[in-house]
T-cell receptor, first 112, second 110 residues
Framework: RKEVEQDPGPFNVPEGATVAFNCTYSNSASQSFFWYRQDCRKEPKLLMSVYSSGNEDGRFTAQLNRASQYISLLIRDSKLSDSATYLCVVTLNSGGYQKVTFGIGTKLQVIP | DVKVTQSSRYLVKRTGEKVFLECVQDMDHENMFWYRQDPGLGLRLIYFSYDVKMKEKGDIPEGYSVSREKKERFSLILESASTNQTSMYLC?????????FGSGTRLTVV
């Protein structure tokens, strides 16, 4: 089983739609969780951290389900500019270092 | 904002050449990382460093080495470039939570 798994998509959604991505992780001791956004041919950029209580930033909501070992990202009222690849990131303290694992990313295409 | 600068955006090198990829960060971060990103495989960690002159192997270190002589600079070295090292290379810097990436170097080995 991969350490971090994401559906690569693509998810094609119309403007204004609500779309949700999930990301599962295999190690129950994982500690920190993030969503990154990567535009085509650009570097990944931090979108938001994911907290146990869930967190919201405008149209974006991130949630963590430790019991089922997944994190989710919900985008409401999708915009054309939301088209990108969304990477989930999971960290784990291992051997005195912080091991960071990236998912392969979920591609979102918002269609006019 | 933290800035992570990679020296080249695009590089084309010949098989067998020694290749240097440079990365500089301007926020005095201790932690620096080199990843490569390939379609369907995502980001894979090559090497990382938590301090000057310190280096640790990541998940795919074979064929690569690194150098960290100064805190702000982390170099990735391809000792003898091969075609399977054609990829996007991303450097990152971090402090506590979250990474800042450089804009990437797209390396093609011919």
């Amino acid at each position: 089983r991969k350490e971090v798994e994401q559906d690569p998509g693509p998810f094609n959604v119309p403007e204004g739609a609500t779309v949700a991505f999930n990301c599962t992780y295999s190690n129950s001791a994982s500690q920190s969780f993030f969503w990154y956004r990567q535009d085509c041919r650009k570097e990944p950029k931090l979108l938001m951290s994911v907290y146990s209580s869930g967190n919201e930033d405008g149209r974006f909501t991130a949630q963590l389900n430790r019991a089922s070992q997944y994190i989710s990202l919900l985008i409401r009222d999708s915009k054309l500019s939301d088209s990108a690849t969304y990477l989930c990131v999971v960290t784990l303290n291992s051997g005195g270092y912080q091991k960071v694992t990236f998912g392969i990313g979920t591609k979102l295409q918002v269609i006019p | 904002d933290v800035k992570v600068t990679q020296s080249s955006r695009y590089l084309v090198k010949r098989t067998g050449e020694k290749v240097f990829l440079e990365c500089v960060q301007d926020m005095d971060h201790e932690n620096m990382f080199w990843y490569r990103q390939d379609p369907g495989l995502g980001l894979r960690l090559i090497y990382f460093s938590y301090d000057v002159k310190m280096k640790e192997k990541g998940d795919i270190p074979e064929g690569y080495s690194v150098s960290r002589e100064k805190k702000e600079r982390f170099s990735l070295i391809l000792e003898s470039a091969s075609t399977n090292q054609t990829s996007m290379y991303l450097c990152a810097s971090s402090f506590h939570r979250g990474y800042t990436f450089g804009s990437g170097t797209r390396l093609t080995v011919v």
